[in-house]
């Protein structure tokens, strides 16, 4: 360690007053040399600059290689999105606690927005049963031109199959309903959490209950078909004529439709096919009752809600039966 001392020494006496500067590196075999110049080859390597009295100046580490480089690059993306998200997070508490002075302030606001869309859905649920009132008169002329050895005209047919469209439509709206009433319940829940943090009250995880319209949600009876489609098809056929209790008004490849309900005890079941944005068949129950107060009870029964929570079991019949 001396003979090093000393060495390093005569050489910065040796340099000449305007260059009084040493570098240091060590090659790949552990050896350590010392220059008034950094060799070409030692250039992309690491070394230390040292000044006239020994001392490190500077320090350069070796040039990093592509992977190196690589990894550099995604770790600096990654703590700039983590300052993002740090970011976005303070941006959205501030205006929670600008929204909401209490619990309850959300919880109203919650229960204010799903009455809202309960509002939409009983619009909805209303336009189909006057759709299917439609519908069953169109058949039934039709029916009657047909007994009388008449031709059903086209412009009939083609209302037929308009109404049958309006339907199919009304019940994707009624699902995307539904679907927003649920990511209100999860925006409410995690506002709910993040507003006791912020305010250092006690979290339970708990969310006061919501006003409840009477009306059950179709995401109930949503099934999404993944193998065995057609026979599940088959089998939500046979599921609404054991089920409902009105005769069968409409039996396609995408909807299968009872007749609406008359009497207070009658009950009108709906399947429905469509596909969704991600390429997958859902396939979904809706039961309707007589627009009175007694078909209201009936289809708030657990009779009736043994019905709708039944229809998903037939997924797992279909799946058992296939393997």
């Known amino acids: 360690m001396r003979n ?19 570098y240091k590196w060590v090659d790949e075999n552990g050896k350590v040399f010392y220059s008034d110049r950094v060799p ?11 000044d ?6 500077e320090k350069v580490n070796a040039a990093l290689t592509r992977e190196e480089r690589a990894k550099e690059l995604e770790l600096e993306r990654r703590r700039k999105e983590q300052q993002e998200l740090a970011a976005a997070q303070k941006k959205a508490d501030r205006v929670l606690l600008r929204t909401f002075r209490s619990e309850d302030d959300i919880v109203m606001a919650r229960n204010g927005k799903l009455i809202s869309i309960d509002a939409k859905i009983q619009i909805v649920r209303g336009s189909i049963r006057r759709q299917k009132y439609r519908m069953a008169e169109q058949q039934l002329n039709a029916a009657n031109l047909e007994r009388k050895g008449k031709k059903v005209s086209s412009n009939l047919l083609k209302q037929i199959d308009n109404l049958r469209g309006q339907i199919r439509g009304d019940y994707r709206l009624l699902i995307s309903h539904e679907q927003m009433k649920q990511k209100i319940r999860e925006k409410a829940a995690s506002d709910l959490v993040r507003f006791r943090q912020l305010k250092n009250l006690e979290t339970t995880g708990e969310m006061l209950p919501e006003k409840k319209s009477g009306v059950h949600s179709m995401l109930e009876t949503l099934v999404i078909c993944e193998q065995a489609c057609n026979e599940l098809w088959e089998k939500a056929e046979g599921y609404v004529r054991k089920h409902s209790t009105t005769r069968m008004q409409l039996l396609g490849k995408r909807i299968i439709m009872t007749k609406s309900a008359v009497k207070d005890t009658d009950v009108s079941l709906t399947v429905s096919r469509i596909e969704n944005k991600e390429g997958q068949q859902e396939f979904f129950l809706d039961v309707q009752c007589k627009d009175s107060t007694p078909g209201a009870i009936l289809c708030n029964s657990p009779k009736i809600n043994k019905v709708r929570l039944g229809f998903k079991d037939l997924q797992g019949e279909v799946v058992s039966q296939a393997e």
């Not at 090093?4 to 040493?22: F, G, Q, R």
């Not at 006239?52 to 100046?57: E, F, N, P, S």
């Open 40 to 50: 070409p080859a030692q250039v992309s390597k690491g070394r230390t600059e040292l």
């Open 52 to 57: 006239k009295h020994g001392l490190v100046v």
């Open 4 to 22: 090093l001392l000393i060495l390093i020494l005569l050489l910065l006496i040796a340099l000449p007053s305007h260059a009084a500067k040493l």
